[in-house]
């Protein structure tokens, strides 16, 4: 069974960065762009940004400038830098395929507050 797993998440101030990472079990990123979702509290889970395989990447408005998704076929893992960090982007986040959705992860809790 592939499983997704998130990591990365935490406690930061307004301003801050992150770097999160996923990792698959089994080769689920091969041929499949991939993506970047969160959830805030409250809300529905949202896609925040995606990364074909030759590299092209998309990001939702609030989120450009400031976070860039790559990912590392080879090591199936699919990353998310996150600068320049607001309050609204407090949420629980995941990754997972952009088309023919896996079963999520448990996601990385994600918390900007001062």
């Known amino acids: 069974q592939v499983q997704l797993v998130e990591s990365g998440g935490g406690l930061v101030q307004p301003g801050g960065s992150l770097r999160l990472s996923c990792a698959a079990s089994g080769s689920i990123f091969s041929g499949n762009a991939m993506g970047w979702y969160r959830q805030a509290p409250g809300k529905q889970r949202e896609l925040v940004a995606s990364?074909?395989?030759?590299?092209?990447?998309n990001y939702i408005d609030s989120v450009k400038g400031r976070f860039t998704i790559s990912r590392d076929s080879a090591k199936n893992t699919v990353y998310l830098q996150m600068n320049s960090l607001k309050p609204e982007d407090t949420a629980v986040y995941y990754c997972?395929?952009?088309?023919?959705?896996?079963?999520w992860g448990q996601g990385t809790r994600v918390t900007v507050s001062s």
């Open positions: 997972n395929r952009v088309r023919s959705i896996l079963s």
């Open positions: 990364v074909t395989p030759g590299g092209t990447s």
